[in-house]
Every structure is written in structure tokens, then in C-alpha cells.
């Protein structure tokens, strides 16, 4: 069919550049390795920083979820779509979080999109920091409310912005709690006490922080002692949790009102019995099984210093994301192949991921992975980085 040859185009060039990506298939489930091409390889890309996708725990309740409830709910929540383990599943976030309420999105996407949108109006400014994830950008460009961006977690340019902002009726600071692309995590203690002295809002969004940092993985927030002090948490049940979701964990007031007015909660079907008692399972198993957390601090420490050893630029990751920095696209996408080639999984990032001339292999170790296939990677990016010239 004719008419897509504009677009055409412009992939053509991407096929120029290095940067047009082909989708890697998966033949097995998710684990530290896992059937790419017909091989076993170590899995060092996917956000399972639990292993929790194929815990027992969570397949069992997920199948006796459909056998009970089947395997849709047919409607969105504000109509017919509400069963109890909706509300029990939220009732279970909001005490992890230490909140009064929480409120479960289809994804974490649309539970940025979702409250930036329904709670800033033209009155309002937003205050952001530059490298936030694409949802909290989108979110932002959903509002009426006037932008602003920080640079990244510079607080003279917080504090500078924040100083220059003071007419709006409200001012909502908002960041990652954990940088998905760097790894590094967001200075909260200092930016809830510059939100504190100009009376401004704070959300974070800790899609890489929850199951990962603080107490039990309760999240950065509960990591830096602020629990009461951040008015917006937002998480994802789709990367520690290992399942598929967002929700923001806040007050009674807060939930109420985006239950009334967040589009993407209004207007679009509730989760799955099976993805919400998988989801309910999985808050256990944090509470019950803190030593995968311990595990996944081990094997973080284990890989960022083998690959600091080697002589790899990490930049300033302080988590189990720990990016292997080369700047050019090109080479970037040939460090990859190079890695597959030699047994690792380990996805190049490159523009507009990350700035441009900032592209890299960007690594995530988890709880499943032994020190032997650590080890093993490390062998493969020694491999690879010499052979490319990078170390
Ligand atoms: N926020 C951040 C910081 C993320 O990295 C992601 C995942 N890519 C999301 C939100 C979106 O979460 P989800 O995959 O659950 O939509």
C-alpha cells in the first residue's frame, strides 16, 4: 500500500546511521539467561531486578486468578471493572509505601501521564529535572501548566528556578527517583527541603527505586527517611514487582481526585485478575523475601566494579542500572552485536534514549544472576570492549 514513503525515508536514514533497531525475540522465559537465536545467553537488559516474573508464588496465583475470575474484567473501573482485589491490591501499595492511598494504573506510563495531567492547570508550573523518563515529559506535555526544566539534579538550578516561580498557585517539582539510563539517584533530602522553603510539591517517580532501595524495597523515598515529606510516589509493577502496572501511592485526597478526573484510570480497562493477584503476591514476597534485595546489592557491586576494573566508563550510576558509556551510536550498536555474539544481552541505547553522542550498553544485573555469570560477562566485555578499541 502507498502513502508511508515519508516515513520510509526517514527509517532508511536511521538504517544509515546505526540506530534503526530490529526487535530481539525472546524463546524462553526471563531469567539470568535466557534463548536468543537459538542460544542461551546472559540476560543483562531486562528490569526483573527480582526475578520475580517466574516466581512460583506469582505464577500460582496468577493461574488461580483466571481459574476463579477468568481472564478479563470487561470493563474500566469506574464502571464494572472494580473487583476486590483491585481495591485489596491498593490497600497492600499504600501500606508498602507508607501512604494513605494508592491508585493502580495500566502502566507506569500512563500513571505519569495520568496525574500530571489532571492535577496542573494554566495556574501551575512544573519543575523538572532534564533527564526524567519520556512518561514524566509526556505527562508534562499533557498540562496547560508552564514548564520548567532543571539541570540534572543541580539544585542551585532547582533552587534558582524555583526562586524565579513564585507567582504560580502551585509548584510541582518532580524527578526520578532512580535514573533509568545513568543509574544514579535523584538528591531527595535536598530537594524535599528547597520544596519546603518555597512551598512546592514533589512527586518521584521510582519505577527503578521500588523493590530495589529502602526498607524492604520500599523505594527512595522510605531509602532517604522522607516518608510523609514526598507528596507524589510514583512506582511500576512492571520491573521489580515483575509483573505489568503503575500506581502513585499519596493521600485520601490526592487518590480521590484522580480516580474523578485522570484520564488514562478513567478510560481504560482494569488489570486482569491474573496480573493483580500476581501483582498482590509479589508486595508478599518483598516482605517476605528481603534476602533477593541483599542478593541484588551483592551481584550490582560484584558487576560495576569488575567492569570499572576493566576500565569502562560507568558514569555515575549508584544502582544495579549501570551504563557502559562509548558516546558514538555506531559503536555503540557494534559493542552490542559484539556482546551477543560472545553470550551477553546487554541492549545499546542510543539517541533519543540519551542525548546524542552519549549512547551506551546499558546494564541491569538482578537477583537471579550467580557471580559465575558475572563473571562471565565481564569476560565478554572485556573481549568485546578490546576488540572495539573502547578500553
Ligand atoms: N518511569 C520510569 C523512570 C521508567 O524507566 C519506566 C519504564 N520504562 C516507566 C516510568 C514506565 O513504566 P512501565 O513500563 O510500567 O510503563
Not at 254 to 262: E, P, R, S, T
Request: some cysteine; proline content about 3%; charged content about 25%.
Amino acid at each position: 500500500m502507498k502513502g508511508f514513503e515519508y516515513l520510509q525515508k526517514e527509517l532508511d536514514a536511521m538504517q544509515k546511521q546505526g540506530i534503526f533497531r530490529n526487535l530481539i525475540e525472546l524463546k524462553s522465559e526471563q531469567g539470568s539467561k535466557v534463548m536468543i537465536d537459538g542460544r542461551n545467553v546472559i540476560q543483562l537488559s531486562s528490569n526483573n531486578y527480582l526475578g520475580l516474573t517466574n516466581h512460583p508464588r506469582l505464577k500460582k496465583a496468577a493461574l488461580a486468578a483466571i481459574e476463579q475470575f477468568g481472564a478479563g474484567t470487561g470493563s474500566v473501573r469506574t464502571i464494572a471493572g472494580t473487583f476486590t482485589m483491585h481495591n485489596r491490591l491498593e490497600e497492600k501499595l499504600a501500606k508498602f509505601k507508607h501512604t494513605e492511598a494508592a491508585l493502580v494504573f495500566q502502566s507506569g506510563f500512563t500513571t505519569n501521564q495520568g496525574v500530571l495531567s489532571a492535577i496542573l492547570t494554566d495556574e501551575d508550573v512544573v519543575i523538572s529535572d532534564e533527564l526524567n523518563h519520556a512518561s514524566i515529559i509526556d505527562g508534562i506535555r499533557l498540562t496547560k501548566a508552564t514548564r520548567k526544566v532543571y539541570q540534572h539534579v543541580d539544585m542551585e538550578s532547582l533552587e534558582q528556578t524555583l526562586k524565579e516561580t513564585q507567582e504560580y498557585r502551585k509548584r510541582l517539582i518532580v524527578t526520578d527517583g532512580v535514573f533509568s539510563m545513568d543509574g544514579d539517584i535523584a538528591p531527595l533530602p535536598a530537594i524535599v527541603e528547597l520544596a519546603e522553603k518555597y512551598d512546592a510539591l514533589v512527586m518521584v517517580d521510582d519505577a527503578h527505586g521500588s523493590g530495589v532501595l529502602g526498607e524492604n524495597g520500599r523505594g527512595t523515598v522510605n531509602h532517604f527517611g522522607l516518608d510523609g515529606r514526598v507528596h507524589i510516589q510514583v512506582g511500576t509493577l512492571s520491573k521489580a514487582i515483575g509483573v505489568l502496572g503503575g500506581y502513585v501511592a499519596s493521600t485520601r485526597t490526592l487518590i480521590d481526585y484522580l480516580i474523578h478526573k485522570a484520564r488514562p484510570f478513567l478510560f481504560s480497562t482494569s488489570h486482569p485478575p491474573a496480573v493483580t493477584m500476581a501483582c498482590i503476591e509479589a508486595v508478599d514476597v518483598l516482605l517476605e523475601e528481603p534476602e533477593r534485595i541483599d542478593k541484588l546489592w551483592n551481584n550490582t557491586k560484584f558487576l560495576k566494579e569488575g567492569l570499572n576494573i576493566l576500565g569502562f566508563n560507568t558514569g555515575h550510576s549508584e544502582t544495579p542500572i549501570t551504563p557502559v558509556i562509548v558516546g558514538d551510536e555506531g559503536l555503540s550498536r557494534q559493542f552490542s552485536d559484539k556482546l551477543l555474539q560472545n553470550g551477553v544481552f546487554a541492549q545499546g541505547i542510543a539517541f533519543p534514549t540519551v542525548a546524542q553522542g552519549k549512547a551506551r550498553i546499558r546494564t541491569i544485573v538482578t537477583a537471579q544472576h550467580s557471580q559465575d555469570e558475572l563473571q562471565q560477562a565481564l569476560k565478554a566485555f572485556e573481549n568485546a570492549g578490546k576488540e572495539l578499541g573502547i578500553i
